[in-house]
């Protein structure tokens, strides 16, 4: 009972998020590595926090109220600072997900330290850790995973807004250890909380998800049927890409038109998976679609800064749509 009640609440929230996600952007495989990572990070905090208890003179009690909390963080959050560089996340649904199966895996291990470490058969305990300190360290990486995307996504995301992220998740860990409320009550504001929370989460993002796949996808077509009909230079993106000549050399201007076809292609083709997977269906990935996306590098190096910028109007390679473009491989 004790193993039941340790392990498996946070696996059922995780299974619940899971299943709130209609648009289907997790990846079953950065799931399982978010979970794996996780219980990584729980031996890695275990090891270091075993190293300064015994040669650091620490006491317990300064440990795990003021550094543990710390250690910890910082260790679950390196997963989501990874799945953002490597643009593997792209809207608050998928962050939080993966945010919450880092801290999953990482109570999983923890409470199976702490059952062989204390054999009281107290059920209330393995209710508080279970429901409790487990559902905690899944919501502080949920958390840091949440500002850090949101961050990215309005080109915010520094130094000073890493901070807040960590600092945030910590301040909540560290008084969750402080047990300035009761543990019960704890515990039943975390089971009561975080469900609506996550839930509120995921139909604010789902309502931008709408928005993004609609309004987007919708004008995105209709300009690349006017490049397809040959008829882009008699719509207003015509006219501004045609005012640009005295600026840019015949070649360049020749490469830009060229990104802006290819861009909208993929762009169309990663907007039409998210729609298929949200259906229930497979997404299609064409054989040549390696080879496209090393034509819009090639194009987009070619075009170099000034290009890009100068493009801005008509077509935005910020996070999410880099992130977009990275779903296709």
């Known amino acids: 009972m004790e193993v ?53 003179g620490i006491k317990f009690s300064i440990l795990s109220r003021f550094i543990a909390p710390a250690n910890e963080e910082i260790l679950k959050s390196l997963f989501v600072f990874l799945i953002i560089y490597k643009k593997r996340v792209g809207f608050l649904i998928d962050a939080a997900i993966y945010g919450f ?10 409470n199976i330290f702490y059952l062989h470490a204390n054999e009281d058969p107290n059920l209330l305990i393995w209710i508080i850790r279970g429901f409790g300190t487990a559902l905690m ?19 915010r995301y520094n130094l000073a807004h890493i901070g807040l992220a960590l600092v ?27 469900p609506l929370l996550f839930i509120l989460i995921f139909r604010s993002n789902e309502k931008q998800l709408q928005d993004w796949l609609e309004i987007e996808f919708q004008s995105e077509v209709e300009l690349l049927n006017m490049i397809n009909k040959g008829r882009f230079l008699s719509t207003r993106s015509g006219e501004y890409l045609a005012s640009l000549k005295s600026r840019f050399s015949g070649e360049i201007m020749m490469d ?22 949200e259906s229930g269906f497979p997404a299609i990935i064409e054989e040549d679609m ?21 493009l801005s109007p008509l077509i935005r390679m910020n996070y999410r749509d880099l992130w977009k473009l990275n779903s296709l491989r």
Request: with cysteine; net charge positive; charged share 15%.
């Open 4 to 56: 039941v009640l340790g392990i498996f609440p946070v696996l059922l929230f995780l299974a619940f998020l899971f299943l709130l996600d209609s648009f289907k952007l997790v990846l079953k495989k950065y799931l399982l590595l978010a979970l794996m990572w996780g219980m990584a990070s729980a031996l890695t905090a275990y090891f270091v926090n075993s190293v300064l208890l015994e040669h650091a």
């Open 137 to 155: 360290h899944g919501g502080c990486t949920s958390l840091v995973s949440l500002l850090l995307i949101g961050s990215k996504s309005r080109d």
């Open 256 to 277: 830009m038109y060229c990104f802006i076809q290819i861009y909208l292609e993929l762009s169309i083709k990663a907007k039409r998976n998210v729609l298929l997977k």
């Open 101 to 110: 199966a880092v801290g999953a895996g990482f109570a999983l291990v923890e």
């Open 290 to 310: 390696e080879n496209k996306l090393m034509e819009l590098k090639q194009l987009r190096k070619q075009i170099g800064k000034t290009g890009e910028l100068t």
């Open 168 to 194: 945030s998740a910590y301040i909540i860990h560290s008084g969750f250890n402080h047990f300035y409320i009761n543990p019960v009550l704890q515990t039943l504001g975390i089971i009561v909380i975080l």
